[in-house]
């Protein structure tokens, strides 16, 4: 069973930058994609960002520019730069890995940007 540690949210002032780590707790073979996904109080969950196993990424749109998925396989963690965060980023942000043996979430961490 892979576990998912995710680290790195916290409270900012709109503008201001957050890194978020997702840590795996083992080497995931067979990986098709990891991504971040946000949930707002009252509504669902998004994807955010995505990067496949060959490095090709994606972004929504609200999100395009000013955020930065990058993964670093050595140490089967993923990340997720925000940069110029507006306070409709706020939300928890949760780690997802999509491997041939399942589909992982890490608990989320709560991302909260300030106006």
């Known amino acids: 069973q892979v576990q998912l540690v995710e680290s790195g949210g916290g409270l900012v002032q709109a503008g201001g930058s957050l890194r978020l780590s997702c840590a795996a707790s083992a080497t995931i073979f067979n990986l098709y994609a990891m991504g971040w996904y946000r949930q707002a109080p009252g509504k669902p969950r998004e994807l955010v960002a995505r990067i496949r196993s060959g490095g090709s990424t994606m972004y929504a749109d609200s999100v395009k520019g000013r955020f930065t998925i990058s993964r670093d396989n050595a140490k089967n963690t993923v990340y997720l730069q925000m940069n110029s965060l507006k306070p409709e980023d706020t939300g928890v942000y949760s780690c997802?890995?999509?491997?041939?043996?399942?589909?992982?979430w890490g608990q989320g961490t709560q991302v909260t940007v300030s106006s």
């Open positions: 997802n890995v999509d491997a041939a043996l399942g589909n992982y």
